[in-house]
């Protein structure tokens, strides 16, 4: 962008700006704004602030610690989340204290107003709906962020927390289109403006498993999983985590889903070769469990609530990319 091109738009100062208000973003304008700095946090929907796209959990193995690490440095993550509990569980308690860790199924919908109220409590920090189109720089000095509005934000320090929001597609078997979670828009020209910066951008692949309606549940043969009211929470200041909590409950595939899988990964987009990307590491997606672990005749499935009184159910531990009709099928 040129030096008159860049007059000719709306332009206001800060001293940061982040890009993105999910986990990263939020945490990160908080800090930068109690640190004395004039914060602008851009979001794509103001409504959408703190959403929990995918399972509404925080901690487990390893990130359970992480959440601790950013209550140590004064976020709010860990507040937040210890007011919102629906179930709370202390894990591998049977090991060493080195390996236990704290994991709560949270209220995705009181846990995003409560962290939106934070954030529009922040004396320094301001919230805008806009896309970040362009990160601008001239003479090697960075300027700012254009927003798709047409508004040019100026700042000298740009934080990045476009999660899983930059330049993404959606793969739903042989269907795949351009999209983000939550039906929002995925940022394309702010991921061709970080290439012209000479970053270089990698793609990931990651997986959500269908969710169900509590009512449509047969809880009848089903192992319910009990919360913990003796289990800490995440947060220093937390006194006591809430003694009544909404259990989660156990069930398992078995050999009839496993075949039905099998019969369609050619509708697999992981295996038919429409996703070019690395998956993650630790949580497979069903089709690949049904591959990697092949002498395994079930693998477990969590039906955990998003929230106290909503009807939907997350299942844990079939994260998948096939069409829809499989996955009915299937289920």
Request: aromatic share 8%; hydrophobic share 35%.
């Amino acid at each position: 962008m040129g030096k008159d091109l860049l007059k000719t738009y709306s332009h206001q100062a800060y001293d940061v700006i982040v890009i993105g208000a999910g986990h990263a973003g939020c945490e990160a304008a908080l800090a930068a704004s109690r640190l004395g700095c004039r914060t602008l946090l851009l979001t794509l929907n103001l409504d959408m602030v703190a959403f929990m796209a995918c399972n509404p959990s925080l901690g487990g193995p390893g990130k359970g610690h992480l959440v601790r690490e950013i209550d140590a440095l004064g976020g709010e993550m860990p507040r937040i989340a210890d007011k919102n509990i629906l179930q709370v569980r202390l894990l591998n308690t049977g090991k060493g204290p080195a390996v236990q860790a704290l994991r709560t199924q949270i209220d995705k919908w009181g846990y995003q107003r409560k962290m939106r109220i934070a954030l529009e409590n922040e004396a320094r920090l301001t919230i805008r709906e806009d896309m970040a189109e362009e990160i601008v720089k001239e003479d090697e000095t960075l300027k700012g962020v254009l927003g798709r509005s047409g508004e040019f934000f100026s700042a000298p320090t740009i934080i990045v927390c476009s999660g899983v929001y930059l330049s993404s597609e959606i793969f739903l078997g042989d269907c795949h289109y351009i999209g983000a979670p939550g039906s929002l828009a995925p940022s394309i020209n702010l991921a061709s403006s970080l290439e012209d910066l000479g970053i270089t951008l990698d793609r990931f692949k990651t997986g959500t498993p269908p969710r169900v309606y509590r009512r449509s549940i047969n809880y009848s043969g089903l192992t319910p999983v009990y919360g913990d009211p003796d289990a800490p929470g995440f947060s220093i200041t937390c006194k006591e985590v809430p003694a009544e909590q909404i259990p989660c409950w156990i069930t398992y595939t078995n050999p009839a889903t496993h075949q039905i899988i099998s019969d369609n990964f050619s509708q697999a987009p992981l295996y038919s070769g429409l996703i070019k990307g690395t998956g993650p590491r630790y949580c497979p997606s069903i089709e690949d469990k049904v591959v990697r672990f092949a002498d395994r005749d079930r693998h477990p499935i969590f039906i955990e609530p998003e929230g106290s009184d909503i009807d939907e159910l997350y299942l844990q531990g079939i994260s998948t990319g096939l069409p829809p009709d499989i996955q009915q099928s299937f289920l």
